[in-house]
């Protein structure tokens, strides 16, 4: 049972290229989400999705899209990099239902160049 | 989701109580108090929830108040490696889609 996996742990990538982040729950978990967090400060949600095929935005999600084809799977796109978007990415998955805990990745560090 | 405040930094020493305030005054009845913690520049871990009595788990206890609109993070014995940035986080029942609103959280130095 590995939880929530982000790949790749650390990333550059130059100003107007596209990538995108990687995270995968093992947990059967309904609910997952896309976190940023910049130096000094709390996280920051990006996008969220509570099951395959459905998407949200959080407080932040311009110049990222998502998609949820899978429970397991929930990538984070950036499509036109920026130095903006300079920052560590978290991945966080839960359970549906009252009081459940969330899990968080270990993060990606992503450096724009 | 209500709004949370705490103290930016405390100090606490080792082997001593450690516990961090939380306000979230304008929380509703079915608004969940989360805390969570980050240490150096992991993930944030979980560490216990509450909606009205006080929990307590291996970690920590969360005293809430009878109105519902302060409670206590207790760490009973502290130790270096609690050392971290803690957030409390209010959250309605039904977990909202696991979309968590942090705050700047309490720094948390325990020193020896």
């Known amino acids: 049972n590995a939880g929530v996996t982000q790949t790749p742990k650390f990333q550059v990538l130059k100003t107007g290229q596209s990538m995108t982040l990687q995270c995968a729950q093992d947990?059967?978990?309904?609910?997952m989400s896309w976190y940023r967090q910049d130096p000094g400060m709390g996280l920051r949600l990006i996008h969220y999705s509570v099951g395959a095929g459905i998407t949200d935005q959080g407080e932040v999600p311009n110049g990222y899209n998502v998609s949820r084809s899978t429970t397991e799977d929930f990538p984070l796109r950036l499509l036109s990099a920026a130095p903006s978007q300079t920052s560590v990415y978290f991945c966080?998955?839960?359970?549906?239902?009252?009081?459940?805990?969330?899990?968080f990745g270990q993060g990606t560090r992503l450096t724009v160049v | 989701d209500a709004k949370t405040t705490q103290p930016p930094s405390m100090d606490c020493a080792e082997g001593r109580a450690a516990n961090l305030p939380c306000n979230h005054s304008t929380i509703s009845g079915n608004e969940y108090v989360y805390w969570y913690r980050q240490i150096h520049s992991q993930g944030p871990q979980y560490i216990i929830h509450?909606?009205?009595n006080n929990e307590t788990n291996e970690m920590a206890s969360l005293i809430i108040t009878e109105d519902r609109k302060s409670s206590t993070l207790i760490l009973p014995h502290a130790t270096l490696r609690d050392t971290a940035v803690y957030y409390c986080i209010a959250l309605k029942g039904g977990n909202q889609g696991g979309k968590l609103i942090f705050g700047q959280g309490t720094e948390l130095s325990v020193k020896p």
């Open positions: 509450g909606l009205k």
């Open positions: 966080a998955s839960s359970a549906q239902g009252e009081g459940t805990e969330a899990f």
């Open positions: 947990m059967n978990h309904e609910y």
